[in-house]
């Protein structure tokens, strides 16, 4: 069965709705641009400054995955600079999880609170009441 990736241009300013659906050609394009960002991550090393440099990287690599997944014209492609990179990794993280069956750590993920797991040895056991 078909998968699809919906997205609302209005989150970058383009009046239009697009729906990708997983052809080969979708997939080929996420899955380029993934090995693309794997290979940035590979060149770099552990350090803070690394990181640093990695932070704006991966926002270019996926507003240029933005701009090829959604055919974007020149004029479409500056819009980008100018919205949230997190609805254009949302969209990135979609692709590749519905096309390539690879997810990347959301937002989401960092902010889920860990839920505490209660021992049931240190329940306290009320009386029965028989």
Partial sequence: MAEFVEFDGNKIGIDKQYKLIDSP????????????????IN??????ASLAEYTPLLAEIVGEATVDM???????????EDF????????FNECMT??????????????KPEEKKEDPKSQEEEPSTN
């Fill in 70 to 80: 959604l055919a974007l014209d020149q004029k479409e492609k500056k819009t980008l």
């Fill in 84 to 91: 949230s990179f997190s609805d254009q990794y949302a969209f």
């Fill in 43 to 48: 060149e770099g090393d552990d350090s803070l």
């Fill in 25 to 40: 050609k979708n997939i080929k394009k996420i899955a380029s641009h993934y090995k693309k960002l794997l290979e940035k």
């Fill in 98 to 111: 519905k096309f390539i069956g690879i997810s990347l750590p959301s937002k989401s993920d960092d902010e």
